[in-house]
């Protein structure tokens, strides 16, 4: 019922570009975009269900590449490798110890309200780390980086305490003993392919010429955050 042209348009995004593979959109306008949706539906807890159910391949080769690793511990390590070809700013981050496995999600501190867009990210977490599971996801685990939403959510009912909201971290974590697991979306040569096509994507988007990127290349080891070139000026971080 909204009015997603009107919406887009307020936004200075092209409707007729929306579609394209290589069409991309500012973070600050992506973060803006997501907390007018949750405010004009009065629900703040529908993006992350939304994101749950959204189809196996809405996020192009993103989806394969860890659905279609050998084991539950590589897939979950593929997503993280891969973040790049989705964002240039928001970052994936796996790590794992001795009482299992965390897909964390983070963005620079310089963006100030993007829980809604952490709640996306989650729900689409949710669901592809069931999948790589077969369904064995009564240990999984969530937590939350923001305070818990004040609308209904079939995610949170289902996990119910196992989320801890309020966290300083966000994200998703798997139990050491199912990380070797086969999931039934394994697939070798599928594999192959689609990351011999995702990293030439990578490749191609690392390497893109800018001013940014030959500063980048200069100076080791410099902290930066990618700046639509549309915005007049970055703001400074805090």
Not at 70 to 78: D, H, I, S
Not at 192 to 201: K, T
Request: glycine share 6%; aromatic share 8%.
């Amino acid at each position: 019922g909204l009015d997603w042209a009107g919406i887009l348009k307020s936004h200075d995004i092209d409707v007729t570009r929306i579609e394209a593979p290589d069409a991309t959109v500012g973070m600050e306008t992506a973060l803006e975009l997501f907390n007018q949706v949750a405010q004009a539906i009065g629900d703040d807890a529908q993006i992350l269900d939304h994101f749950y159910e959204t189809p196996v391949g809405f996020t192009q080769g993103y989806d394969y590449v860890g659905l279609c690793a050998p084991t539950v511990r590589e897939g979950l390590k593929n997503w993280a490798k891969v973040t790049l070809l989705r964002s240039n700013c928001a970052k994936t981050i796996y790590s794992e110890n001795s009482e299992g496995a965390k897909l964390e999600w983070t963005i620079p501190s310089l963006y100030r309200d993007f829980t809604q867009f952490s709640l996306a990210f989650l729900g689409w977490a949710v669901r592809r780390t069931e999948m790589l599971l077969d369904g064995a996801c009564e240990d999984v685990k969530i937590r939350i980086s923001s305070p818990r939403p004040s609308s209904p959510s079939r995610v949170l009912q289902k996990y119910d305490r196992r989320v801890k909201f309020s966290q300083p971290d966000h994200g998703v974590i798997v139990p050491a003993r199912l990380l070797d697991h086969r999931p039934s979306t394994a697939d070798p040569v599928l594999l192959q392919i689609i990351e011999q096509h995702v990293y030439s994507i990578i490749k191609e988007r690392s390497s893109e010429t800018s001013p940014l990127n030959r500063i980048v290349e200069a100076i080791p080891n410099i902290h930066c955050v990618y700046i639509d070139s549309s915005v007049g000026q970055a703001r400074p971080p805090r």
